[in-house]
């Protein structure tokens, strides 16, 4: 088979250890072969027709190899394609995604294709300086180094519309119930009803008030996406009011500005609270870019905690898929063809990011979501705390509760005859033991059933691993 007059198929080749290698679900009109050289080439060098202008170093040096292919129809299968490292201009993510995650997403010839994962090379990695702090940075600043128990984070809401003064006291309320953290909402930034440094300053007033009142180091993360240059002026304002932590919406901002930005944030010592806010757009359906790959390019560019999804709550992505999420941020993987995903390896400077689970979290939740994330997680809950029927402190105990009840393995409706808070928030939302259960046991077969998983998703693609992600 030959796509423009090159055939970009090499079923021998061997990805050397410098090679970014690619995992696509692809499924077009002609046949599968065809289509996997047509990736190839459209990502790599080549293009519909012969070139009179190609060249021997082009072509040995610089093509992409389809080196493995499981084929599922006659035209549509997964296909693993290896990149040389000199193709790119390493230190550019911008020019990496134009290459391996541009124009192939627009082929006519394609009905479907997803970008399911690309495994970096540590010679990639080299270029890259990681988060500044990650999981031990923000656990030495909290003090949760010895016990390494989970964090508690809140969302203040409503999501906008509250005054500064007002959300600092909300968010005083969080941190005396038991929040180590307080974010912003990925849409409240710098609104006129509630101004950025305005609300800052009311903030980094709160995080004394705690300190001085309980001793406790909180952290809270102002939003400051917007523009480059207004990034910048809102990263100076809060260095020099002795902030310690911004938010990002690291997905919205995109990798030219995030790649800048971040750089100026470890330069002035700022913890990064990544929001990946709009990934899903281009997560789901046919044509995509898995959201793996967007974590990879956040952990090497250096944010410290990452949104990666709960597994349990209101938004996408199962347990299995969101426990590979977490393991990815913070961990050397081996390869899960069934939930789409590569082998990865880290090299040693590019730290462990704090996984952040968050999105329709309550207390009857949390059994299922420390079962997927283990004790390395943000555990955050918006409505979850601000909704309870006691206010946000009462909301903020109650959520406590049920992660020392999980950690200390005692089953929430027992916890919940000796504590109050956590007893109400139980019949507010309603506490199913069968969710934890049912999460517990598909957690615990995935590695029992991994070569049947495997085999599985070869054979049947992509609505096989979805069944999974
Ligand atoms: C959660 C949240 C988070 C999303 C993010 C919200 O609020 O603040 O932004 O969950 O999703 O605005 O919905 P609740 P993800 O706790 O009230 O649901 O972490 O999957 O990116
Ligand atoms: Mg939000």
Redesign the pocket.
């Known amino acids: 088979m030959v796509y423009g007059g090159y055939s970009y198929i090499d079923k021998r080749y061997e990805p050397t250890q410098d090679d970014f290698v690619a995992l696509f679900w692809v499924e077009g009109k002609n046949r599968i072969e065809k289509i996997a050289e047509a990736i190839a080439a459209e990502s790599s060098v080549g293009t519909w027709t012969k070139l009179k202008t190609m060249n021997e170093f082009v072509w040995q040096r610089l093509r992409a190899r389809v080196f493995r292919i499981a084929e599922v129809s006659a035209n549509s299968g997964l296909v693993w394609i290896a990149y040389p490292f000199e193709h790119f201009d390493t230190k550019n993510i911008i020019q990496f995604k134009a290459s391996v995650l541009g124009n192939i997403f627009g082929m006519k010839e394609l009905n479907a294709l997803v970008a399911l994962d690309i495994q970096f090379p540590k010679r990639y990695q080299e270029q890259f300086s990681g988060p500044l702090g990650g999981i031990e940075g923000i656990r030495k600043r909290i003090g949760t180094e010895k016990t390494a128990r989970p964090h508690l984070g809140t969302?203040v809401?409503p999501?906008v519309g509250l005054t500064p003064k007002e959300f600092a006291a909300v968010a005083y309320e969080a941190y005396v119930g038991g929040c180590d953290f307080v974010k912003d909402?990925?849409n409240l930034v710098d609104q006129d009803f509630c101004k950025f440094w305005e609300r800052a300053i009311a903030m980094l007033e709160v995080l004394d008030r705690i300190k001085s009142e309980t001793g406790r180091t909180v952290l809270y993360a102002p939003n400051i996406s917007d523009r480059y240059e207004v990034m910048l002026e809102r990263l100076d304002f809060l260095k020099s009011n002795n902030a310690s932590m911004v938010m990002l919406d690291v997905f919205q901002i995109g990798y030219s500005a995030l790649a800048n930005i971040l750089n100026e944030t470890k330069k002035r010592g700022l913890f990064v609270h990544a929001?990946?806010?709009g990934?899903a757009a281009e997560a789901r359906g046919k044509f995509g870019i898995n959201f793996v790959i967007h974590e990879k390019f956040y952990r090497l560019l250096g944010v410290d905690q990452l949104?990666?999804?709960?597994g349990v709550?209101?938004?996408?992505?199962s347990p299995l898929y969101v426990r590979r999420l977490n393991r990815i941020l913070r961990e050397d993987v081996e390869e899960a063809i069934h939930l789409g995903s590569l082998a990865q390896n880290w090299s040693a400077h590019i730290k462990p990011v704090f996984p952040?689970?968050?999105?329709?979290?309550d207390p009857t939740l949390v059994e299922g979501a420390l079962a997927i994330h283990g004790p390395d997680v943000v555990l955050?809950?918006?409505?979850?705390i601000h909704g309870h029927p006691g206010g946000t402190r009462v909301g903020a105990i109650a959520m406590v509760q049920a992660i020392d009840a999980v950690i200390s393995n005692i089953p929430l409706r027992e916890y919940a005859k000796t504590h109050p808070e956590l007893k109400s928030a139980l019949e507010l939302w309603g506490y199913r033991p069968r969710t934890a259960n049912m999460v517990k046991k598909l957690l615990e077969q995935e590695e029992k059933r991994k070569a049947v998983l495997k085999r599985a998703a070869l054979k049947q693609g992509f609505k096989e691993i979805l069944k999974y992600m």
Not at 307 to 310: A, E, K, S, Y
């Open positions: 969302i809401k999501k909402d990925e929001h990946r806010a990934y949104h990666v999804g709960t709550g209101k938004m996408e992505g952040v689970a968050s999105g329709g979290i955050q809950a918006g409505g979850g």
